[in-house]
């Protein structure tokens, strides 16, 4: 086929989410059909070191960086394209490049930092924008916006790492004055459940402060909804997304957590949930609200908690950029939706497309009429 589309996929990253990445990155790899695309791929080091070259993922899985060359992605839109460092003689051209696909989860990926970038390059890539990137990301100011918009979410506080350390009892009687236990600890810019904590008691909280502390200087002090469940839905789309059919997570742990998303793989998906109707309306009516009030685009996971007893809905958050592997439940829900996974990469890569035509039409110069 001529004049394939020519798709760079980034990967590893600076987050605790690196080796989720990595499985996401397989996953997208292996359903890119050469014959439509022309793949480079970019292994990010928890470092912060860019590099390209042949077998990337591989030698990142394997932990074998070497023959590895430095890639840059200038911020010019002069120079666009994919750069290397050559000896001394400086940069030079390794590719050009239509549409940047990030798999990276989780900060300096999925906070708006690399969409920055993109944004001064002046190309295209797959999902939110620097708005909804960090909105999304940041899981406290996400909450604010819900509420703004209407949307019920549960009860949380956030805190600073800097008040953590300076009075963690001051911090622990805030908590508990926002509900009698349990309460979940988590990062504010983190997730694949990296660092989030179910606290049953004060010593529980202590702990979990401290862990989620270690991988962000916010932290996010949540109620425990007792008794509930766990409903996705993916969302697909820019300016008139789409939502897919709930799915509910049965998690095997306390919650639905790291171990049990990635490495035991013993939470069960039951795909789609069984809901009445008319929840099932509201739950993706929220969804897609929640994605719109934030500016997402491309795709995103929005999750939430529903009481058994009364049936009440939360949003607890919104992913931009959802684990993506075969068995992942973004994926999955637009597989049972009508959208098998090959399918759903490739309209992922034409929304960025298309975002980046709609960017073009903005005018960036002014004169006055006066």
């Known amino acids: 086929m001529e004049n394939k589309l020519r798709v760079a996929v980034l990967f590893g990253g600076r987050s605790g989410e690196h080796e989720v990445s990595l499985m996401s990155a397989r996953s997208v790899l292996s359903v890119l059909n050469p014959a439509r695309y022309e793949v480079t791929q970019i292994g990010i080091t928890r470092d912060g070191a860019w590099l390209t070259g042949n077998d990337v993922l591989e030698r990142f899985e394997k932990n074998n960086l070497d023959g590895l060359l430095p890639a840059i992605v200038p911020p010019d839109p002069s120079e666009k394209g994919i750069y290397i460092l050559e000896g001394f003689s400086g940069l030079k051209k390794w590719t050009d490049v239509d549409v940047f696909f990030p798999v990276l989860h989780g900060t300096f990926g999925e906070d708006g930092t690399l969409q920055g970038l993109f944004e001064l390059a002046d190309v295209a890539y797959v ?179 529903l009481e058994k007893d009364t049936e009440k809905i939360y949003l607890n958050e919104l992913n931009t950029i959802p684990g993506f592997t075969q068995i992942s439940m973004y994926p999955k829900l637009w597989e049972a939706s009508g959208l098998p996974y090959d399918r759903l990469v490739d309209r992922l890569i034409e929304l960025a497309m298309e975002r980046k035509t709609d960017r073009d039409r903005t005018s960036r110069t002014f004169r006055s009429r006066a």
Do not use: H, W
């Open 127 to 305: 999902g939110a924008g620097v708005l909804g990137s960090s909105v999304g990301m940041d899981k406290g100011v996400f909450k604010d916006v819900m509420i703004a918009n209407g949307i019920p979410v549960v009860d949380t506080l956030v805190v600073g790492r800097a008040d953590i350390e300076k009075d963690i009892q001051a911090v622990l009687a805030k908590a508990e004055a926002l509900s009698a236990y349990p309460l979940f600890a988590k990062p504010a810019n983190l997730g694949s459940s990296v660092g989030v904590t179910r606290c049953n008691n004060r010593s529980d909280l202590q702990e979990g402060l401290m862990e989620a502390a270690s991988f962000d200087r916010r932290v996010l002090i949540q109620k425990g909804i007792r008794n509930a469940r766990e409903i996705e839905v993916s969302v697909l789309g820019n300016d008139d997304p789409l939502a897919s059919v709930p799915g509910e997570i049965l998690p095997s742990r306390e919650f639905y957590s790291y171990e049990s998303k990635y490495i035991d793989g013993t939470s069960g998906l039951v795909i789609p949930a069984p809901l009445s109707a008319e929840t099932s309306r509201q739950i993706r009516e929220y969804a897609v609200r929640a994605y719109k009030a934030i500016d997402c685009a491309g795709m995103a996971r929005v999750d939430f908690f």
